[in-house]
């Protein structure tokens, strides 16, 4: 049951980041570093930890790797709803609650991603449960602040945030009824869900404006996971 737990507190951020705007005057405060950190720490997951651990990466493996960039794909450009605060994105179309269905979506597959991580090894578990509390917190924050702006009430706003953050362990619940002989494909979807958040939703939204302190905070994401990995090892 680890992974449902963590699952759990994962869930506690994205709740943590969607109370922020509503809580506190950080509406306008500039999240592109944390964005930027966030992509860099879900692309190297995806690079470092999660494709290694595919195994054989047959035809069978790449073709649920690109389900799942695609998936992602298709349930945001459907959606438009995006990882940035006000000040940042140029455009906001009014969401609904299909875009609730969105966010839910990969929120049920990052906590599925957490549980399949854990079924493979520790250091695994622990760097795809960091890289989606890092981009859980900009993704509710956003969450909320689009929400607002579309005249939704606070109340919705909750219920979305509830529905969103309670999916997490319920895909990690999911995750741990895959059958072993499964495992190559169900390691192989999330690391294309990962490479989608990373490189299409969370890299756009940290570089909307030139900065070059954007790519030290993606190049730093991108090293931790690495480093973090290779300190758990060092430390069993
Ligand atoms: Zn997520």
Known sequence: MTPVLFAAGVA????AGGLLPLYTKLREMDFRYLVGFAAGVMLSTAF???IPDVGDFNKTNAFFLAFGFFLLYLVEKSILIHTCGESECEVHTPIGWVSVV???TESLVDGIAIAVGFSQSVALGTAITLAVLIHEIPRGFSTTVIMQQSGYSRGKVFAALGIDSVLTP???LIGLTFPAEFFG???AFPAGTFIYVGAADLLPDAHRRFNVKVIAAVLLGAATIPLLVALLDAVR
């Open 12 to 15: 506690l951020a994205t709740i």
């Open 48 to 50: 470092f930890e999660i």
């Open 102 to 104: 969105g966010i839910g």
């Open 170 to 172: 319920i895909g990690a």
């Open 185 to 187: 494909p169900v390691v």
